[in-house]
């Protein structure tokens, strides 16, 4: 229930943040993205606190309790915005007006993003599961999450900057190398400093692939960023899919998990620079 209410919000408040915002898409959704971060540090604290108050005050406040309290204030504030009606469809110079050419575009893209989820979903899922099969205590699991939180809202900005100036779609092939260089690092290297700063690039990974891949995806719709973000949202649970899927083909929790998320990345990288030809290859 609770996915099934997030994926059906989650482009709505994206609608809403850029109808209210006067910054450009990337920018807009760079800033929620930082909202988003912010609420993650967040609800870790809250639900350290709601855990320790359970031994104070038994099953009366569990954690479960707080974010059933949360997502009550949450229905209240969402009850007194305006819908997202008419949210302005952009159209870029760069999107071809073939509509042949622009359905080739849209699903390059789509499956650039189903990739680039794919490979963010198995790192969730894997390198947890093998920094535990090396050794590394439950803190040191836990520093990692920290190290990505914080590195993440640092580059968040800066990321948008970049897709405002150079385009979403050669942003995000500077992310999904970014990304291919972050698996390598874990499948290759070894050691807790080696995992460490494989995050650093992760982090910046992280937040391109959501925020970047949002703005391309309403580009090739032509629908704005709150089309994207519904396209988004639909494409997550497909690579979620596939990265649960993939590493069956890999005995136990070894490094060569990490290099098919790097092949993932490399992919979706040659994806997007295909469609970059397609869109400027003249008509006729």
Not at 1 to 13: C, I, N, R, W
Not at 92 to 102: C, L, Q, W
Not at 186 to 214: D, E, H, K
Request: aromatic share 8%; charged share 10%.
């Amino acid at each position: 229930m609770a996915v099934m209410a997030m994926s059906l919000v989650y482009p709505q408040y994206v609608s809403l943040a850029h109808r209210y915002s006067a910054l450009t898409a990337a920018r807009t959704i760079g800033s929620l993205r930082s909202f988003y971060v912010v609420g993650y540090i967040a609800g870790l604290g809250v639900f350290a606190a709601a855990s320790e108050s359970q031994t104070v005050l038994g099953p009366l406040l569990r954690p479960v309790h707080v974010a059933a309290g949360l997502a009550v204030v949450n229905i209240a504030v969402a009850w007194f915005l305006e819908p997202a009606n008419g949210d302005v469809a952009e159209k870029p110079a760069s999107v071809e007006a073939s509509s042949v050419r622009g359905r080739v575009v849209l699903v390059g893209a789509a499956a650039a993003l189903v990739l680039l989820r794919a490979a963010d979903s198995l790192r969730g899922v894997y390198l947890p599961l093998y920094a535990t099969d090396i050794g590394v205590d439950g803190t040191g699991v836990s520093v990692l999450s920290a190290v990505t939180a914080i590195a993440e809202f640092v580059v968040l900005v800066p990321i948008s900057m970049l897709s405002d100036r150079y385009g979403s779609r050669r942003t995000l092939v500077v992310v999904c190398l970014t990304g291919t260089l972050a698996f390598l690092l874990v499948a290759v290297g070894s050691g807790y400093p080696i995992l460490v700063g494989s995050q650093v690039f992760y982090a910046a990974f992280a937040a391109g692939f959501q925020s970047v891949g949002m703005v391309l995806l309403g580009e090739a719709l032509r629908s704005g960023i709150g089309g994207g973000a519904a396209l988004y949202t639909a494409l997550v649970q497909v690579g979620s899919t596939v990265s649960i899927l993939s590493p069956l083909i890999v005995p136990g929790y070894s490094p060569p998990a990490f290099l098919i998320a790097m092949a993932f990345c490399a992919l979706a990288a040659a994806l997007l620079i295909v469609d970059r030809v397609v869109i400027r290859r003249p008509v006729g």
